[in-house]
């Protein structure tokens, strides 16, 4: 295009931009968008650590989305506890699960962080003089897993999640979760504020109290309602409480003994057919005699 064509174009378009100032702009520009392209407000949502429902993996690497963030991991633990000892990821030393408010599932975990990868870190080594040393040959100090989860710097952490997960909006709840319970009492605080202290039954010479009722029919809704300074709905049939089954009585109960005498038939060596009709044999003619001499006697 010479340039006497493009002056004619140029004028051509302010004519038509004077006329209709929407019809000169570009058709793909005109588009109104309501929402933004990622929606990353989080007033509506919510996550926490779960433990009955966990991200399945395969392998190591195999995960639908793979993201990373910063965090310092002493307070990682402090806000979310003590995570579960790596089974999904070899590389990692912890892991810890969570579920959003619309069910998905995520896995976070530290990666290739600490010496438990990377092996001891070499005593006579000069990690901090290897300018003599090619780039791609030089070695890094790596911190021990106590140094590692006791630091208070930002390190990197990795997390996987399912397919349709909406994994911005769960790295920036993590973010900002961090950031307002970092002065806030640890988990295990808050946890044996709630609970109290676990039982673990090792002291042979303390009396513990046997707990007959079951954990389900304990926390039920109005213990979660009650929380949160709610009240149930007595018409909502997913609000009644779970009725508590009876045991049954002796009447009702099923007596095993043909199981047992077959049990104790199963045991018992068998007997070849020769063997039997032998047995039988003489029997008979035991038999006999002992009738004969009776005859014989009267």
Known sequence: ?????????????????????VAAIPRRKRRIYDRPALDLDISDYDAWRSFDRIFGKTQSYVAPR??????????????????NDPSRNRHATMEWDFEDDNLDVFL??????????????LADYPYDNQSHIQPRKRRSR?????????SNELHEFRFDCSRY???????????????????DKSFEE???????????????????????KISVFSYTKDFWFSEKGEKL??????????????????????????VREQKAQIGKPKQNKDQA????KDQAKDQAKEQSKEKAKE
């Not at 064509?5 to 100032?21: F, H, I, M, T, V």
């Open 190 to 212: 808050r946890a044996l504020e709630k609970y109290g202290p676990i039982e673990g039954w090792d002291n042979y010479d303390k009396e513990y109290q046997v707990k007959h």
């Open 108 to 121: 976070l975990y530290d990666y290739k962080a600490t010496t438990r990868h990377w092996g001891p870190n």
């Open 165 to 183: 997960a909406d994994w911005r909006k769960f790295r920036k709840w993590f973010q900002e979760h961090l950031a307002q319970k970092a002065n």
């Open 277 to 280: 009709k032998g047995q039988a």
């Open 233 to 258: 709905d007595p018409k909502n049939p997913y609000h009644q409480k779970i009725p508590i089954p009876q045991r049954l009585g002796e009447e009702y109960r099923i007596s095993f003994e043909h």
């Open 142 to 150: 790596h911190p021990t897993y106590e140094e590692f989860w006791a």
């Open 1 to 21: 295009m010479c340039i006497r064509d493009r002056a004619l174009a140029e004028r051509e378009r302010q004519e038509r931009l004077k006329a209709d100032p």
């Open 66 to 83: 793979v993201a990373k963030v910063l965090a310092s991991p002493a307070l990682v633990i402090k806000v979310f506890g003590r995570g």
